[in-house]
């Protein structure tokens, strides 16, 4: 994984090369401070400029974090669970049940691969209808049990394949839907990386809407809206910047709620602490939502999502 950097990325990896050569040697202390301080002001410069572009390569970054590293470092008790009951266990979604700091809770989340193995075994992080269904199955269970749900959402869309169709793709992620807006117990909702259409939306309809600084929600990616509008999927860039897909601009709209910061660099530049930041954010808005009766929550929840998209004069 070392040596998989973006192009904007470079300069600041050429810095911190440099400074690593010089370790070790006398009488550059001087000099190693000053590249330090050169480097630093330079990520500064970098990250707080950011295109939508950019925070695109950085939401789909190979060495972002994936719901298991942040699992790992925020829970110590995971027990995952499988299967929907109907077909098989689908591997893109991950679902189980955990403690936080003595809150008992569901996670459900879409899980990328990391080498080719992994990656086709999770299929990229596209689930089939039985992924839906397992996370509706964790859904109910957590619900029957009172315990609030946190789903972690981070995938480029549902699986399109014609498998995927035959066994009623659309009526799964629509029940999907269905169930997370009237299920009776809290869920919190983080948007980790990529949260593509409604594959992403399937497992994010929830009382609170939380998204990575650098990541990304939207009905389709950049090279699908460009080769749709432009035939031209290469203008992924132009897309990306009418599509304002950022978190910044979902913060604006307010589709989501709030940000969770990274660390400077992005979220793969400090897994630790970027999974502390995730798991202070779930502390605080599970205990906030658990003081709202249920009848309120529930209509909250559909109220927040009616009004998105309407404009009022």
């Excluded at 913060?251 to 400090?270: C, F, R, W, Y």
């Excluded at 709202?292 to 404009?311: M, V, W």
Aim: with cysteine; hydrophobic share 40%.
């Amino acid at each position: 994984m070392n040596g998989i950097w973006l192009d904007f990325e470079r300069p600041i990896i050429e810095l911190e090369k440099k400074i690593e050569e010089l370790k070790g040697l006398k009488g550059v202390d001087e000099e190693i401070k000053r590249l330090k301080t050169q480097a630093e002001k330079l990520k500064k410069s970098i990250y707080s400029n950011l295109t939508r572009w950019q925070r695109v390569q950085l939401a789909r970054h190979p060495r972002r974090p994936y719901p298991l590293d942040i699992i790992k470092l925020i829970t110590d008790d995971f027990i995952e669970l499988h299967g929907d009951r109907r077909f098989a266990d689908d591997h893109a979604i991950i679902a189980g049940i955990t403690t936080i700091d003595e809150q008992r809770l569901a996670i459900i989340a879409h899980q990328k691969g990391r080498d080719t193995k992994d990656k086709i075994k999770r299929n990229f992080g596209m689930p089939n209808p039985e992924g839906y269904r397992k996370a509706i199955r964790i859904m109910k269970l957590a619900a029957k049990f009172e315990m609030p749900v946190v789903t972690m959402v981070d995938t480029p869309g549902a699986y399109p394949g014609v498998g995927a169709e035959e066994r009623g793709q659309a009526e799964a992620i629509a029940t999907s839907l269905f169930e997370c807006s009237t299920l009776p117990t809290p869920i919190l909702v983080i948007i980790l990386g990529e949260g593509g259409s409604g594959g992403a939306l399937a497992i994010a309809v929830g009382d609170r809407i939380l998204m990575m600084e650098n990541a990304i929600y939207s009905v389709i990616t950049p090279e699908g809206c460009a080769s749709i509008l432009w035939r031209d999927a290469s203008r992924n860039k132009e897309a990306a910047e009418a599509l304002k897909m950022t978190a910044q601009d979902m913060q604006k709209m307010h589709i989501v709620d709030g940000l969770i910061p990274e660390p400077i660099g992005g979220a793969h530049m400090d897994f630790e602490m970027t999974a502390k930041n995730i798991r202070s954010a779930i502390l605080k808005n599970l205990l906030e939502l658990s003081e709202i009766p249920k009848p309120e929550l529930l209509n909250a929840r559909i109220q927040k999502f009616r009004d998105i998209g309407i404009y009022k004069s």
